[in-house]
């Protein structure tokens, strides 16, 4: 009992908690989550979409938050880097890793999506769930993301409702603008205030938008295991962003980028 009234004072010394996890004594660091046993119940169905062997994968989770896919893929048997930009999470990832007995599995850093700009470093999986719609440059984190993919992207993001539709014309002529009225056109909805009282919000996308900038900086979506998740990865042929991403890296960081 002694034990578990020190994990509940270390968990509330920790908190306030996103992530529920589970640790090893019982308790449970949310378990009054309003989502409910979150993300326990979106892990029950993207897992099936991610390889259960993952001895010999380097692992990057990207806005890891408290750690709970970190844990997670590191069970799998990758190696993982866990990044947040809250130092909080961070610290409660960290203190959480010593709970599972997988320090030597995961690491967690302070930072965001943005420091790839400084890293050649590919990863067989990078794990971009929850941030996307956080970033104020979005489309420039997802060509980060896909220069540092080498096999497979899970990506999330917040979306407006609604299912992909058809695919539009690969050429729209100039006359036809009309069409990107139509509910099958890719969008993304900016928001200029908040979303739920959270102004760390900025874009959110239509379930087509998710699948054309994925397509567009390099990806192939192989299935949507659960809703906003998409499993994709990497294509052969270099995305149209490439030479874009080129110059502005070279702007940004030098011409040894």
Known sequence: ????????????????????????????????????????????????????????????????NAGFYTFELARRGAQVLGIDVEPMYVSQARWAARQFGLEQQVDFIEGDVYQLMSSSRRYDLVWFTGVFYHLRYPTLALDLVRRATARLLVFQSMTMPGEPQEP???????????????????????????????????????????????????????????????VCRPTAVPPRSHGDLTRLLRVLTGPDS
């Open 1 to 64: 009992m002694q034990a578990q009234v020190s994990s509940r004072e270390q968990i509330a010394s920790l908190g306030p908690w996103f992530h529920n996890l589970h640790l090893p004594d019982g308790t449970q660091t949310a378990p009054d989550h309003p989502f409910g046993d979150f993300p326990q119940f979106k892990w029950q169905h993207v897992a099936q979409a991610v390889p259960e062997d993952l001895q010999g994968w380097t692992v990057l989770d990207i806005g890891c």
């Open 168 to 230: 539009v014309p690969p050429d729209l002529p100039l006359e036809r603008r009309d069409l990107m009225l139509a509910e099958s056109w890719p969008k993304m909805a900016f928001v200029e205030q908040a979303v739920a009282r959270d102004n760390s919000n900025w874009w959110v996308p239509n379930a087509s938008c998710v699948e054309a900038l994925l397509r567009s900086a390099g990806f192939e979506v192989l299935c949507r295991p659960e809703h906003e998740f998409y």
